[in-house]
């Protein structure tokens, strides 16, 4: 990660801002009988139990979301407070808004291959905890993700990545490094591995102090989140 990153992201505030500004959105549904929108969980830990039922549901194939769709959306366009922002994968299997059951206006998604990190994930993120004030960042990982796959390919056979590729493989490498002699699912241990490490370089940043930091798995087979140590 650049040695930089700390002036870029000060020279950056106002373009991060006004570019992550349209990723958010307010919170679920609307208070019965007041057209406004209840207020959205205000803690962390009130966060991620609601992201957790809203997986449950989801495993369970009972979601709620989304319902008045078109109402949703008119009573977002004056405001946003996302109660929670997700840090996944850009794999289509695995959107945030359907695997926790959210709606328009709920999480603010930010979606790398493998959840890799640069300064425009760090920057979105640092927005939406200084200014959207959201009070727990999840990184979320996957079982047989693709750019773990490449990435150990290339450990395999020491074939080169084309084009910007190879940042996503030089990013995960050093956690296929360090599970390769486990025993067990190599790409299980790395996406692990990896998916911790993510969320260790990001609870350790003073830029994301006011938020708490968890990371977690998603199981493609049985649709659960589980969190991880």
Do not use: K
């Not at 966060?47 to 039922?53: D, P, R, Y």
């Not at 008045?68 to 299997?93: E, K, N, T, W, Y």
């Not at 493989?169 to 050093?174: A, D």
């Amino acid at each position: 990660m650049a040695s930089n990153r700390r002036a870029f992201l000060t020279a950056t505030a106002t373009a991060t801002a006004t570019a992550a500004g349209a990723l958010a959105a307010v919170p679920a549904q609307a208070a019965a009988g007041t057209g406004r929108p209840p207020a959205p969980p205000a803690t962390a830990s009130a966060a991620l139990a609601e992201l957790l039922a809203g997986n449950r549901r989801y495993a369970a194939g009972r979601p709620r979301r989304p319902r008045d769709v078109v109402g949703r959306r008119r009573l977002l366009a004056g405001g946003q407070h996302p109660f929670a922002a997700v840090l996944g994968c850009i794999d289509s299997r695995v959107a945030p808004e359907l695997v926790f059951d959210q709606g328009l206006g709920d999480l603010l998604c930010i979606r790398t291959a493998g959840q890799v990190l640069d300064e425009a994930v760090l920057g979105s993120l640092q927005y939406g905890v200084e200014e959207l004030r959201v009070p727990l960042v999840l990184v979320l990982g996957h079982e047989r993700c693709g750019a773990v796959a490449a990435t150990l390919g290339r450990l395999r056979t020491g074939a080169a990545v084309p084009g910007h590729l190879e940042l996503l493989v030089g990013e995960i490498t050093p956690a296929a490094r360090r599970t390769r002699a486990l025993p067990g699912d190599w790409a299980e241990h790395t996406m692990r591995a990896h998916t911790a490490w993510v969320r260790d370089a990001i609870r350790t940043d003073p830029a994301f102090a006011a938020a708490s930091v968890v990371a977690a798995r998603f199981d493609l087979d049985s649709g659960l989140v589980s969190l991880l140590p």
